[in-house]
């Protein structure tokens, strides 16, 4: 993909689905009993992987391309079957983690990997709390990644703590939690976001919250439900960064999830000096949502760490993006997590913010951003990271010359059509 510079951005957009609350539809809806209906659900290739894999376990999954309309013909909790081949999660951490916790606790062995990038993301943070409650997981390279065997064993409820707040490993935990002999607790040193809360709750689970701990006590079967997903504020960022960097631009993004454990960058931006006004807030299946009227405005660095960074992990490529056009230094901490996900984001941030001449040094847990200076067009290896070849795509809208992404197909994870309807702003 080639981009230039853009004189300004304008007009109406709505973002695809939110990936996470996607995934957790279709599997939750896979464990109730009866039809569930979702409407908004993100048709990426890792959504589309968790839809695979609850189609090997015999669930009938109907989906009309290009609708955002799915139909789950849940079994209830007990009436997945052996998968007929191996599992495969694709690039998808979070349909890899959550399924573990699931698997742990079927009547049957099943096999789970995925690409390259999910073959080197450690699984060790799932293996070991669910062996704890009595899961029988190996990893097929004895390398703490998948490929994973999981047989399916009777479970017993644990009282966890984690060291780093992260929902995939709490969901794995609490869906594991649904099957066992007694009440699972996990607690996390800042609340990650908590999709899986409300949406099991919404399912019929017994699940409740105190503090940072979140508490699932079995026994309840799940029934169908209608779920409505709203836009992912994670696909939203790259167009609230992009607004606020390019100047004289207006931009309306409507139907944004506005979770408040998904909404970092909201603040983030706000403390830079981002323009961005929510109208028409409302909430749906227990999920806030808004639209984002976002004007450019000039930038300033800022710090960010501590609680704040679960709410906005995966905004963080593309907040160091607008750190690189705001004048000032903005230093992000407390963010390690970034090494683990798709890429590791630290070190491919720092290449290819640096080939475009930008002032950034990395951290052992973050990114030092000395922004305001001019940049220039370059050719942006993206690791095949979604998040990547997306924040580079923003960056060439203001950078002088040609800007290059390499692997930029790898957006159709989480957004196909991103870069068209990045064009029908300009
Ligand atoms: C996700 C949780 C986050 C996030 C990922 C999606 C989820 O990962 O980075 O993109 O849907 O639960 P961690 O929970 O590992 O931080």
């Known amino acids: 993909m080639k981009l230039h510079k853009a004189a300004k951005l304008q007009g109406i957009i709505t973002v695809p ?54 139909l789950v013909h849940g079994k209830g909790l007990h009436g997945l079957s052996a998968p007929s081949a191996t599992l495969d999660a694709g690039n998808s951490g979070t349909t890899t983690r959550l399924i573990s916790g699931i698997l742990a606790a079927q009547n049957f062995t099943s096999r789970l990997t995925g ?79 908590n999709h899986s809360e409300i949406m099991l709750h919404l399912f019929g689970a017994d699940l409740s919250t105190d503090g940072t701990t979140a508490i699932i006590r079995p026994g309840n079967p799940l029934y169908a439900r209608h779920i409505h997903v709203p836009g992912d504020i994670s696909s939203a960022a790259y167009f609230i960064a992009a607004a606020a960097i390019v100047p004289n631009s207006e931009i309306l993004i409507r139907n944004v999830g506005i979770n408040p454990t998904r909404d970092g960058v909201l603040k983030a931006a706000k403390a830079m000096g981002a323009d961005i006004t929510l109208e028409n807030i409302r909430t749906d299946c227990g999920e806030p949502a808004a639209d984002l009227l976002v004007r450019s405005s000039s930038l300033c660095g800022t710090q960010i760490g501590g609680s704040i960074i679960p709410s906005l992990i ?113």
């Open 115 to 193: 690409d390259a990038s999910i073959q080197k993301r450690p699984m060790k943070r799932i293996i070991d709390p669910l062996s704890q409650m009595g899961a029988d997981i190996s990893s097929e390279s004895a390398n703490g990644c998948a490929p994973l065997v999981i047989r399916g064993m009777p479970l017993h409820g644990i009282d966890y703590t984690t060291k780093t707040a992260s929902a995939q490993v709490k969901s794995a935990i609490l869906l594991a939690g649904l099957y066992a002999d007694g009440v699972t607790k996990v607690t996390e040193p800042y609340v990650s976001r």
């Open 314 to 426: 995966d905004e963080l490529p593309v907040i160091a993006v607008m750190a690189a056009f705001a004048n000032g230094c903005t230093v992000i901490r407390d963010a390690a997590e970034l090494k683990v996900k798709e890429s590791d984001r630290i070190a491919v941030m720092v290449e290819n913010l640096q080939a475009m001449g930008c002032d950034i040094e990395a951290t052992d847990d973050g990114m030092i951003i000395r922004g305001g200076n001019p940049l220039h067009g370059a050719v942006i290896h993206s690791y095949g990271d979604h998040r990547i070849a997306m924040s580079f795509a923003v960056a060439a809208l203001m950078a002088e010359g040609e800007t290059q992404i390499l692997e930029s197909e790898c957006v159709d994870i989480s957004y196909p059509g991103f870069y068209g309807d990045l064009q029908s702003l300009r």
């Open 17 to 70: 689905g939110d990936k996470s609350i996607s995934h957790r539809s279709v599997m939750f809806a896979s464990l109730a009993k009866g039809t569930s209906e979702i409407t908004g659900f993100l048709e990426g290739a890792d959504c589309l992987s968790t839809i695979e894999c609850f189609h090997k376990m015999g669930i009938s999954i109907e989906m009309k391309k290009g609708s955002g309309r799915v």
